[in-house]
C-alpha cells in the first residue's frame, strides 16, 4: 500500500488518492503498517488530522480514540462501550488511562527521569515482576476489573493487556506545548520506553511505540528502549535514522533483560517471553546497525555461578554495548513467593531450594554481594561497562567501607554518551 505525501512538518497528511488506496474505513492495524513503510521513518502519519471516523458512531476521530479487537477505529466513546476480548488466555481491550508522559524515579538507577507505558498490564507474565504492585496498576483494580474482567491484579499478572493506542498522537501535542523538562544528572532527561509493561510484546504494542519514539526523536529528546521482545528489530530504520540527528551522543539506546541464558530456568518464571538467546541475537542485529545497545542482566538467580557470569560477559562483549546493568534478584513481596512455587512447578527444584533460601537475609546479602564482585570484576576482564545496582536493604547490612562504596555507586550516572534536551525556548 502507497500513501502519498502531503507534508505537515514532520507529521503527513493522507491526500485523495491515499485515502482512496486505503479504502472506506481502513483499520488502525493498516495504518500504522502503511506509515511504517512510508517514506522516512520519522514522518508520522497523525491520526488525529487524518479526517477518519468512528467505525461504529461514524463521527470524526478529532480527540481521543482506540480501535476494536477487530481493528477497526473506534472513537473515545465507542472504545469505553466496546467488550473486551479473551483469546489464548489473555483478555485485550482499551486502557482509559489520561496519562502520557510520567516523571520517573529510575534515575535511581541511571535510567531514565521520564517513562511512558504503552500498555496495562504484560503479556509475558514474569513471576518476579514488581509492576503489578506499583500504583500504576495496583491503584487501579476497580477499572481493570470493570474494563477487564481481572480480580486480582498480581495473580492474574501475564493474562490481562489494555492498550494506549493514541499515545503518539498525544505525545506530539503534549512535547509541542511542554516547555519545562525534568533532568537529573544520573537520569539525563531521557525517556524510556517502557518500565510497567514490554512495548514489543505484540504488533499492536509495537506500532504505539514506534509512534512515541519518532515524536520523541522529533523534538530531539533522548530516548532509552527496554524490551524482552526481538520485534524490537522491526524498527531498526528509525534507529538507524536517530542516530544520525545528533553529534553530543546518540538519541535513541536500546536494551534488553538478560539475566541467565539457562532457558529452562528461564521459562520457568519468565512463562511467556522470548528466549533470551533471541534477546541476544536482536541487540546483535540493532549494534551491528550502529544502534548503540545496552543490557539489564536483572534479575541474576542464585544458581548462577561465576562461569555461568562469565560466559553471559563474553557474550555482552560481543554486542559492544555502552553499558551492562547487573542486579541481583531481591525477595521482597508477594511476588517473590509466586516466584519459588512457578519454578518448582516448573519442575526447576534447585531454582525454587535456591530461591527459597534467600528469604533468610544474611543469605541473600551474601549472595548479592558475591554476584555484584563477579559482575564488576568480569567487566573490568573483558572490557565491559558494568553498572551495578546495589538494593538498599544490602547497603544498609554490610560493613561501613562497602557501604560507602556502594553508596557511590548508586550516584554514579551510567556512563552512556547521551546528548542534552533542547531546553524549551
Ligand atoms: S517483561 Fe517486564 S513488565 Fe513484562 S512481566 Fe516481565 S518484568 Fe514485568
Ligand atoms: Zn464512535
Same mark, same amino acid.
Given at each position: 500500500?502507497?500513501?502519498?505525501?502531503?507534508?505537515?512538518?514532520?507529521?503527513?497528511?493522507?491526500?485523495?488518492?491515499?485515502?482512496?488506496?486505503?479504502?472506506?474505513?481502513?483499520?488502525?492495524?493498516?495504518?500504522?503498517?502503511?506509515?511504517?513503510?512510508?517514506?522516512?521513518?520519522?514522518?508520522?502519519?497523525?491520526?488525529?488530522?487524518?479526517?477518519?471516523?468512528?467505525?461504529?458512531?461514524?463521527?470524526?476521530?478529532?480527540?481521543?480514540?482506540?480501535?476494536?479487537?477487530?481493528?477497526?477505529?473506534?472513537?473515545?466513546?465507542?472504545?469505553?462501550?466496546?467488550?473486551?476480548?479473551?483469546?489464548?488466555?489473555?483478555?485485550?481491550?482499551?486502557?482509559?488511562?489520561?496519562?502520557?508522559?510520567?516523571?520517573?524515579?529510575?534515575?535511581?538507577?541511571?535510567?531514565?527521569?521520564?517513562?511512558?507505558?504503552?500498555?496495562?498490564?504484560?503479556?509475558?507474565?514474569?513471576?518476579?515482576?514488581?509492576? !503489578?504492585?506499583? /500504583?500504576?496498576? &495496583? #491503584? =487501579?483494580?476497580?477499572? @481493570?476489573?470493570?474494563?477487564? +474482567?481481572?480480580?486480582?491484579?498480581?495473580?492474574?499478572?501475564?493474562?490481562?493487556?489494555?492498550?494506549?493506542?493514541?499515545?503518539?498522537?498525544?505525545?506530539?501535542?503534549?512535547?509541542?506545548?511542554?516547555?519545562?523538562?525534568?533532568?537529573?544528572?544520573?537520569?539525563?532527561?531521557?525517556?524510556?520506553?517502557?518500565?510497567?509493561?514490554?512495548?514489543?510484546?505484540?504488533?499492536?504494542?509495537?506500532?504505539?511505540?514506534?509512534?512515541?519514539?519518532?515524536?520523541?526523536?522529533?523534538?530531539?529528546?533522548?530516548?532509552?528502549?527496554?524490551?524482552?521482545?526481538?520485534?524490537?528489530?522491526?524498527?531498526?530504520?528509525?534507529?538507524?535514522?536517530?542516530?544520525?540527528?545528533?553529534?553530543?551522543?546518540?538519541?535513541?539506546?536500546?536494551?534488553?533483560?538478560?539475566?541467565?541464558?539457562?532457558?529452562?530456568?528461564?521459562?520457568?518464571?519468565? !512463562?511467556?517471553? /522470548?528466549?533470551? &538467546? #533471541? =534477546?541476544?541475537?536482536? @541487540?546483535?542485529?540493532?549494534? +551491528?546497525?550502529?544502534?548503540?545497545?545496552?543490557?539489564?542482566?536483572?534479575?541474576?538467580?542464585?544458581?548462577?555461578?561465576?562461569?555461568?557470569?562469565?560466559?553471559?560477559?563474553?557474550?555482552?562483549?560481543?554486542?559492544?554495548?555502552?553499558?551492562?546493568?547487573?542486579?541481583?534478584?531481591?525477595?521482597?513481596?508477594?511476588?517473590?513467593?509466586?516466584?519459588?512455587?512457578?519454578?518448582?512447578?516448573?519442575?526447576?527444584?534447585?531454582?525454587?531450594?535456591?530461591?527459597?533460601?534467600?528469604?533468610?537475609?544474611?543469605?541473600?546479602?551474601?549472595?548479592?554481594?558475591?554476584?555484584?564482585?563477579?559482575?564488576?570484576?568480569?567487566?573490568?576482564?573483558?572490557?565491559?561497562?558494568?553498572?551495578?545496582?546495589?538494593?538498599?536493604?544490602?547497603?544498609?547490612?554490610?560493613?561501613?567501607?562497602?557501604?560507602?562504596?556502594?553508596?557511590?555507586?548508586?550516584?554514579? /550516572?551510567?556512563?552512556?554518551?547521551?546528548?542534552?534536551?533542547?531546553?524549551?525556548?
Amino acid at each position: 500500500m502507497r500513501l502519498q505525501q502531503e507534508s505537515n512538518g514532520s507529521h503527513y497528511l493522507l491526500s485523495g488518492e491515499a485515502q482512496d488506496n486505503l479504502g472506506s474505513s481502513p483499520t488502525l492495524d493498516t495504518l500504522r503498517e502503511a506509515d511504517r513503510k512510508h517514506g522516512d521513518p520519522l514522518d508520522r502519519l497523525d491520526i488525529l488530522d487524518a479526517n477518519l471516523n468512528c467505525s461504529k458512531c461514524g463521527s470524526e476521530l478529532t480527540e481521543r480514540f482506540s480501535a476494536a479487537m477487530n481493528g477497526q477505529l473506534l472513537c473515545w466513546q465507542c472504545a469505553m462501550s466496546d467488550t473486551a476480548d479473551t483469546t489464548n488466555e489473555i483478555t485485550r481491550t482499551t486502557d482509559s488511562a489520561k496519562v502520557v508522559l510520567s516523571k520517573s524515579n529510575l534515575f535511581h538507577k541511571s535510567l531514565c527521569d521520564y517513562v511512558i507505558n504503552v500498555a496495562t498490564g504484560c503479556t509475558h507474565g514474569c513471576k518476579f515482576c514488581y509492576v !503489578p504492585s506499583t /500504583p500504576g496498576v &495496583s #491503584a =487501579r483494580g476497580d477499572m @481493570l476489573g470493570e474494563r477487564a +474482567d481481572v480480580e486480582d491484579v498480581q495473580r492474574d499478572w501475564g493474562g490481562y493487556l489494555l492498550y494506549r493506542d493514541d499515545l503518539p498522537e498525544r505525545l506530539g501535542r503534549k512535547l509541542e506545548r511542554k516547555r519545562k523538562w525534568k533532568w537529573t544528572e544520573r537520569g539525563q532527561g531521557v525517556v524510556m520506553l517502557s518500565s510497567g509493561t514490554d512495548c514489543y510484546q505484540d504488533r499492536r504494542t509495537a506500532q504505539i511505540t514506534r509512534g512515541c519514539v519518532a515524536e520523541l526523536v522529533e523534538h530531539r529528546i533522548p530516548v532509552r528502549i527496554l524490551t524482552r521482545s526481538p520485534a524490537v528489530c522491526r524498527d531498526i530504520d528509525l534507529y538507524q535514522r536517530a542516530t544520525e540527528l545528533t553529534d553530543d551522543g546518540m538519541l535513541v539506546r536500546v536494551g534488553s533483560s538478560i539475566p541467565c541464558l539457562e532457558e529452562e530456568q528461564v521459562r520457568a518464571i519468565e !512463562p511467556r517471553a /522470548p528466549v533470551p &538467546s #533471541a =534477546r541476544l541475537n536482536a @541487540l546483535q542485529k540493532l549494534s +551491528d546497525a550502529g544502534v548503540p545497545v545496552y543490557v539489564s542482566m536483572s534479575p541474576t538467580y542464585p544458581t548462577q555461578d561465576r562461569d555461568d557470569f562469565e560466559s553471559l560477559i563474553q557474550k555482552f562483549a560481543q554486542l559492544d554495548p555502552e553499558v551492562v546493568f547487573h542486579e541481583p534478584i531481591n525477595p521482597r513481596g508477594a511476588n517473590f513467593d509466586m516466584t519459588v512455587e512457578a519454578a518448582r512447578e516448573a519442575g526447576e527444584t534447585e531454582l525454587a531450594n535456591e530461591l527459597a533460601k534467600l528469604r533468610d537475609r544474611e543469605y541473600w546479602v551474601d549472595y548479592s554481594l558475591k554476584q555484584m564482585r563477579w559482575a564488576e570484576e568480569l567487566g573490568d576482564e573483558y572490557g565491559v561497562n558494568v553498572h551495578i545496582w546495589p538494593d538498599k536493604q544490602v547497603i544498609t547490612s554490610v560493613d561501613s567501607e562497602t557501604e560507602t562504596e556502594l553508596r557511590n555507586q548508586r550516584k554514579r /550516572p551510567s556512563g552512556e554518551i547521551i546528548p542534552d534536551v533542547p531546553l524549551p525556548t
